[in-house]
């Protein structure tokens, strides 16, 4: 008998992934594409391949969308950082067009799923996931399961007299601590006349195409401004995760996304910013913690989200 498949994706605010999933759980096929201008033509594009090549044995799609869900309907209410996602009912567009069950949540809340199911989560009964990548994202899991709350970590004002975000609030945790928030600042730091940094060679002399990981590798380097910006950003990080302790209190904080690559500086500035401004008592019983599976969290998330209602 053919093994049945079910298929996990992940659209961010930078690039949209796929991974095939056997019965098991095991991923066996994955895929990416920049999300570009017509992000739900870019997503159709990478199912096809998948479909084709397992004709008949596909029996669900998950979906973790960057943004508000209405998880019911599979309709994308509010993505700031994938407008062009807004109202689509990402769930009949798919199921149409397969004939199979569809499911769409958070990515962050995908995401915190997968790492109860398979990842660093797995013993924990009260976690908080921090997804830190071009946005900000947070899930919840409490008590075991994943609440369904819209947990938008990123959109948590630190700064009552902050920049507007695009979701309409002011002052929002991504506006300081997100990589696009850390490329910004650095590129309005090397714009200043006689700033100095490293960083104004990279690309050729174009800093205007730095990515984060530039940005990290600088501050490797020794890097003043980057190491600079790096440590501000841990700090707006750091009031965001001190809110969170004492709001939920929970178990542990755990993190992922592309961001944590720069732990040594970035998060353990947003550590002792934590420490500082958490309740002790709350804090003295947070584990502060990596994702297990990386990138992969939304994916299995997602994929395991939809496999709760089909048979394999």
Not at 246 to 271: F, K, Q, V
Not at 302 to 312: H, T
């Amino acid at each position: 008998m053919a093994d049945k498949y079910i298929i996990g994706v992940d659209l961010g605010g930078t690039n949209i992934r796929t991974a095939l999933l056997d019965s098991g759980g095991k991923i066996v096929a994955k895929s990416r594409a920049a999300n570009g201008k017509d992000p739900l033509q870019i997503l159709l594009n990478l199912l096809e391949p998948l479909y084709a090549a397992n004709a008949g044995e596909i029996t669900g799609v998950g979906i973790a969308v960057a943004g508000l869900i209405d998880r019911e309907n599979g309709i994308v209410l509010n993505s700031p950082n994938i407008p062009e996602l807004n109202g689509v009912n990402l769930k009949s567009e798919i199921a149409a067009r397969y004939k199979i069950p569809v499911t769409v949540e958070n990515d962050a809340n995908a995401a915190a799923y997968g790492e109860k199911i398979a990842g660093a989560g797995k013993d924990i009964e009260n976690f908080v996931m921090f997804t830190l990548g071009t946005g900000i994202g947070g899930g919840i899991v409490y008590h075991g399961k994943l609440m369904p709350v819209a947990a938008e970590i990123g959109h948590m004002s630190i700064n009552a007299d902050g920049h507007q975000c695009p979701c309409g609030n002011v002052g929002c945790l991504e506006l300081y601590a997100s990589a696009t928030a850390i490329i910004g600042n650095t590129v309005a730091e090397l714009e200043k006349e006689g700033s100095a940094s490293i960083l104004k060679e990279f690309n050729n002399g174009n800093f205007y195409k730095i990515k984060a990981e530039d940005i990290y590798n600088a501050a490797l380097e020794g890097d003043p401004l980057a190491r600079n910006i790096l440590r501000e950003a841990g700090k707006g990080l750091g009031i965001g995760m001190a809110n969170v302790i004492n709001i939920l209190c929970p178990d542990a904080i755990i993190l992922t996304g592309g961001l944590i690559g720069a732990w040594n500086i970035y998060i353990e500035s947003a550590i002792k910013e934590a420490q500082k401004r958490a309740l002790k008592e709350l804090y003295g019983n947070v584990r502060i913690m990596a994702s297990a599976l990386g990138d992969d969290a939304g994916l299995i998330g997602a994929a395991y989200l939809v496999r709760g209602i089909v048979e394999f």
